[in-house]
């Protein structure tokens, strides 16, 4: 790929790192812009929506403007979604090489520009993970506005009894909800639902509607805790027909109670996995199995001589959790695997007091073992709110089980792919109270850093009018959806000019100019023009490799 | 490489915000999917100069691809509405040339799509496989027809046609019909007389 790329018209200077986004590999790249005077940077990697920032950095400290920089995504579409093709891989990055290299030649230094930022935050979702990320903002120094749907903070978090520790975490959150209604930097809007936000990083407005009217919010950055609420189980393992069948929240809140256990209970069932992993949840929730140990513990501390039997599929004790698998064993609860093929079966017994019999196949005997039970308890999963209508508002992508989507997994984890748009909490995925909060904090450091900055300066992508050409027909100013160029007097005539802090960059005035008059930062008609000649030329150019 | 068998050459347009990041997301899902399309990443689909297409197909592509976020969930609004009337005109051009329409697809896939966005590229790999390279399914000398593809480009450029389309997109904001049938019939009605002019008798059916 380097010999090939070596040889590409333009190409003085063509190398290959082990790692290209490594801080040598940086250096190198400023060093070889100075030696051989470079004046386009083309770097063949992954992907340019991950890490075409931090290579326009090492050009912007090396001197160039960063707009003189181009990808060819080689990686991420090309050699991981051909694994088995290298040949034909091979020759596809060649033309996309070819294809970047050839747009490289037409690109030019845009300039900049500074937008102010307003120095609040948005945080929609009052739960454990949005007060969490309210408090860090406003300690941070910045105002804060938080918005809850229902009459109170807390969440999903007010419905656990105990952590793993056994300590009540119901006092923690309203130790928070007390800090965060007494912060001097947070308004909290309750009963409140946004519903409408529009802008971008650094000048959001939202319109929250309250009882007592509408309410403008300015906000420089956006938050979504919008959290999620345990799956039901419908009419599963007659869920709802007998009082003995519950969840595990709902045996939770029995445990704190004056009457924890019927007192002639000999027996309690657990069934992980209810309406999981491929049911009606598509995913793991990875909450479940932990909360089974710890409430089966917390079974065996109240009654030793209690039999606690857990129905798995897998059990998922990840992290510390293994000690509570661990100890739920050596206090004598006992594990049954199940496979999602043959499911636990229950049976209602009239004429024992409406006690119930769970049948299960064990398949390391191989034989069918049933169970007398005074209660049956069913692990459910976490399901997101439904938030279809903020992440629209937002463009802001949902994945098909209805949980935000970040920007990237491992290098963004809380960002949205949108600027100034976080995510923590339910709404990102299932997960514990400790996790939300350190998802919280991640997202609200991430947030002020927006903030901190004190302005923004966003893509030079914008559109230019070429007023030779411009006729002044006003099709640019009618389609744009940002009011971002806008026809004026021009001596007699009427040209187009872009309101560049408006400008998104998203290209419709240019597709749609008749005269094409119109022009796309780093998307220029001649640069996609010598990318499509680019394409077309490989016969000559590869042919003899 | 050592095979024979036909290797249809596909360019795609990509919307940074959906269907680029679908490819992305699909790659590190490592979904597999023919190795025939190459990509131009573009902001939004509302960037897709009508000319675009045809051009690729004038100069060397067999089949066009076009990706962008679902109908009403464009990062820009309402980019991939613009995008689906640049495209019933490279449809329109391509079917007075005698060109299989099968070979332009414009389709959607969410950022969350890896796997539907595989599913769109497989197919269309497949179908522009059958179709052969440009010429054959048409039953038509493919030089002559891309010379003729160049010209529809051209003419996408000129003001005549471009104003129509102006006009088309107008009544398609107006009117909240986004149907592919509706901007087809808007776009044919507006630039159909001076597309055909453009392509001229010159070239001949």
Sequence with gaps: MRQYAARLPGVVYAADNLYTCSQDTQRHIAEMIDRHRLNRVVVAACTPRTHEPLFQATLRAAGLNRSLFEMANIRDQCSWVHMNEPEAATEKAKDLVRMAVTKAAYLVPLAEQSLPVTGSALVIGGGVAGITAALTVADQGYECVLVERGKDLGGQALKLTADRNGQDPREKVAALIRQVEGHPRIRVLKRAEVSLISGYVGNFTSTVATDSGNQSVKHGVTVLATGGHPYCPGGRYLYGKSPRVMTQLELEARLASDDPLPPDAGQVVMIQCVGSRGEDLAYCSRVCCGQALKNAIRLKRARPDLGVVILYRDMRAYGFLEDDYQEARRMGVIFLRYSPERPPRVLEEEDRGGTLTVRAWDPLIGEDVEFRTDMLVLSVGVVPEDQRDLAGMLKVPVTEDGFLLEAHVKLRPVDLPVDGVYVCGLAHSPRSIDESIAQAQAAAARACRSLARGSIVPEPIVSSVDEEKCVGCGACERFCPYKAIRLHKEGKKCKARTITASCKGCGICASRCPTMAIDMGRFTCEGIMAQIHAFSEREETNGNQ | ?205
């Excluded at chain 2, 590190?28 to 960037?47: A, D, E, F, S």
């Excluded at chain 2, 329109?92 to 969350?112: H, P, T, Y």
């Excluded at chain 2, 269309?124 to 010379?147: C, H, M, N, S, Y």
């Design chain 2, 1 to 205: 490489m050592a095979t024979n068998k036909y290797e249809p050459r596909i360019l795609g347009f990509l919307c940074n915000w959906c269907c680029y990041t679908a490819a992305d997301s699909a790659g590190v899902g490592r979904y597999q999917y023919p190795p025939n399309l190459r990509v131009i990443r573009i902001m939004c689909t509302g960037r897709l100069d009508p000319s675009f297409p045809l051009e690729a197909l004038a100069t060397g592509a067999d089949g066009v691809f076009v990706g962008g976020c679902h109908p009403g969930e464009c990062h820009y609004q309402d980019g991939n509405y613009h995008a689906l009337v640049s495209a019933a005109l490279v449809h329109e051009g391509m079917e007075m040339l005698g060109v299989r329409k099968e070979r332009f697809l414009i389709d959607w896939a969410s950022a969350a799509e890896g796997p539907h966005f595989v599913k769109i590229i497989t197919d269309f790999t497949r179908q522009v496989t059958e179709l052969g390279p440009l010429g054959k399914a048409e039953g038509r000398d493919a030089k002559r027809l891309r010379r003729r593809l160049s010209m529809a480009a051209a003419a996408a450029r000129g003001r005549k046609v471009r104003t129509g389309l102006i006009n088309a997109a107008r009544e398609m904001m107006k009117g909240r019909d986004f149907s592919r049938e509706g901007i087809a019939g808007l776009v044919r009605d507006k630039c159909g007389r001076s597309l055909e002019t453009a392509l001229g008798d010159r070239a001949g059916r």
